[in-house]
């Protein structure tokens, strides 16, 4: 047998990789230079920007997959690292944080018309000012705070950014040193002159954010409201200041409440401890007159197990007529008095299961010193609330009645003597 032997052979083929299988690099600092070069050809002029941007930028550059590095360079020049510098100090000069203060509007409609072309874009946004924010204390200096606090409120105002990425304020690393309050400020007084106070309560609250802004400010001494009012005072933010007095207020009526509760609710409490936190609470200003007797009256009325009962027992008459004192204290004028009445005609109306105790919540009043007769039948001719008015009005005839009557056998008498 003979023959050459076979030489070996390797098994298996070779596949070619198609070149539209090949995965392409990854390569932002190639894309920021052709950004910035693109930019800088243009100008600071906003509308060639915006048409750089629609027409060149994203045909020939791969806007959509590097549209954060796109972001970065817009917000502040170059990429944003992830410590917060920037990325081999490349940076240009077309972008938000070095706009002058009165180009910042101008400059960010170039945002919102883009985004509004490519909507694409528009969660990228959000993502992109929140990560700048927590990382805007390395990044920028107090002025391009400002800056970006004034394209913020522009962008939430318009809807295109959504109000969560401001509870990011209230990280530690940016209360120090007043980073946050130099962000909001800014944001704050941007607002107001586009917008209305009710409107950016309302998107505060969507952040998340305390309503009387002390989360915002470092701890201690300068989350006290006081300093916070004086703040927005210097700062000529008087919206600002009538609002943090409207939370001190609110506060303040909150904390009453509390403690009205607790006084009612507990069987040893003192009631020359009440009467003296009532009275230093009014003289303080933290509350009226006419709302801590409402609050008192509200505390006793739910208080007991008649709060829930559909028949209101004999207790709480009993219980009421402890407080007769107290309430005689506060009500000392005739306004007063009616004020009080139509306090306790909603409180009736609000509380179906004491919808028919009206009456007799006055009536024991009356004889408790608390309320006179001139009050009760000015209130029951012409000062009651239109609330249950119907109601309230048919269970009083009996009694103003009766009252009158009293009136004029009184004046009688004086008459004979």
């Known amino acids: 047998m003979s023959g050459k032997a076979l030489k070996p052979t390797l098994s298996g083929t070779r596949n070619k990789t198609r070149k539209r299988d090949e995965k392409e690099r ?30 060149t930028a994203t045909g020939k550059l791969d806007v959509k997959r590097y549209g954060e590095t796109l972001l970065d360079v817009l917000f502040v020049g170059g990429i944003i690292s992830a410590g917060g510098a920037i990325e081999g100090n490349v940076r240009t000069d077309i972008c938000l944080i070095s706009q002058e203060p009165k180009d910042v509007k101008s400059f960010t409609n170039i945002f919102i018309q883009f985004i509004r072309r490519y909507k694409w874009l528009q969660n990228r946004l959000g993502e992109e000012i929140r990560k700048i924010i927590m990382v805007m204390r390395v990044c920028l200096n ?22 969560t990425l401001l509870s990011g304020l209230t990280q530690d690393h940016l209360l120090k040193d007043e980073i946050s309050v130099t962000f909001a400020t800014s944001l704050f007084r941007t607002w107001l002159q586009e917008r209305d106070m009710a409107s950016l309560t309302s998107t505060l609250k969507k952040a998340s954010l305390d309503p009387s802004l002390q989360d915002i400010f470092p701890a201690g001494p300068k989350r006290n409201l006081d300093h916070i009012e004086s703040y927005f005072k210097e700062q000529g933010l008087n919206e600002m200041v009538q609002h943090v007095r409207s939370q001190r207020a609110s506060n303040n009526r909150k904390q009453f409440v509390s403690r009205i509760k607790l ?40 208080s007991g197990d008649w709060a829930s009962s559909d028949i209101i027992p ?15 204290g506060i009500a000392k004028t005739h306004k007063l008095q009616i004020e009080f009445m139509n306090k306790i005609q909603e409180f009736c109306y609000d509380n179906i299961n004491f919808l028919k105790t009206f009456h007799k919540v006055i009536f024991m009043l009356y004889h408790g010193n608390v309320l006179e007769e001139d009050a009760i039948v000015e209130w029951y001719k012409s000062a009651h609330s239109n ?31």
Not at 142 to 163: F, M, N, Q
Not at 270 to 298: C, R
Not at 314 to 328: G, S
Not at 396 to 417: F, G, I, Q, R, T
């Open 26 to 55: 990854y390569e932002p600092q190639v894309f920021r230079d052709a950004i910035i070069a693109g930019l800088e050809d243009v100008g600071n002029n906003h509308d060639q920007l915006l048409k750089y941007l629609c027409d």
């Open 314 to 328: 004999d207790d709480f008459y009993k219980e009421l007529k402890q407080y007769c004192t107290l309430f005689k």
């Open 387 to 417: 609330r249950g008015q119907t109601e309230f009005l048919s269970q009083m005839e009996k009694m103003v009645h009766w009252l009158e009557n009293a009136e004029e056998e009184d004046d009688s008498d004086e008459d004979e003597e």
């Open 263 to 302: 006084f009612v609710n507990d069987d040893e409490y003192n009631t020359s401890e009440l009467s003296t936190y009532i009275k230093e609470a009014i003289e303080q200003g933290k509350v009226t007159q006419v709302y801590a007797m409402q609050i008192l009256f509200s505390a006793i009325a739910n």
């Open 142 to 163: 107090d002025v391009e705070r400002g800056l970006l606090g004034s394209a913020t409120a522009l962008l939430l105002i318009e809807g295109i950014i959504p109000p």
